[in-house]
């Protein structure tokens, strides 16, 4: 590792917040010149840590890495994979990757599964472990709703249903390959 990337980290700041899973807003992203590394600003929506900003290293693999790191990368960055894909980001010539990256994935929500570093030269640190698209959870009744009762209501009557003449056998499309929007080039 170079004395510059070194330095970078020890300027990257940050709250930690404990091991577990949260929904986030990536509030910046930046990529250094010289490697392929971002650094992603992650605040955390809802719960007990709601509005806090966590700060998370992010190495981006080039085709002769090993299928390890390929494989966490993948994990790292699925939430954002739809996004990448469509601005064809791993067709550009691998420096400028990650500045492309860091510029389309600002303002993006996640769920992502952040961890806390145990040990070595980074013990303590906040990392993203993975990332999935947000959940859809329904939205909470407004207060005023909540404290009011509610009868019950009846559905109309379903229309008799009229039996069918015909029946056609059909056969289960096939999945091509690379339909899967988790796919990445490498």
Not at 17 to 36: F, I, N
Not at 63 to 68: H, I, M, P, T, Y
């Amino acid at each position: 590792m170079t004395r510059k990337f070194l330095e970078s980290l020890d300027q990257e700041g940050g709250d930690v917040v404990p091991a577990g899973d949260y929904t986030v807003e990536v509030v910046d992203a930046r990529a250094l010149e010289d490697k392929p590394f971002l650094w992603l600003d992650l605040k955390i929506v809802g719960g007990p840590d709601d509005g806090r900003v966590v700060t998370v290293g992010l190495n981006i693999p080039d085709d002769n890495s090993s299928r390890g790191a390929i494989f966490h990368f993948k994990k790292k960055i699925r939430a954002f994979s739809r996004i990448l894909m469509d601005a064809a980001v791993f067709d550009l010539p691998d420096d400028e990757q990650p500045a492309q990256i860091a510029d389309l994935i600002i303002g993006v929500t996640a769920d992502v599964t952040l961890g806390v570093q145990a040990d070595g030269q980074y013990e303590g640190s906040q990392q993203l472990d993975e990332t999935q698209a947000p959940s859809e959870a329904p939205p909470a009744p407004p207060a005023a709703a909540q404290n009011k009762k509610v009868e019950p209501v009846t559905p109309p009557a379903a229309a008799p249903v009229a039996e069918a003449e015909e029946t056609v056998d059909v056969e289960p499309a096939a999945v091509a390959a690379g339909d899967d929007e988790d796919e990445l080039p490498f």
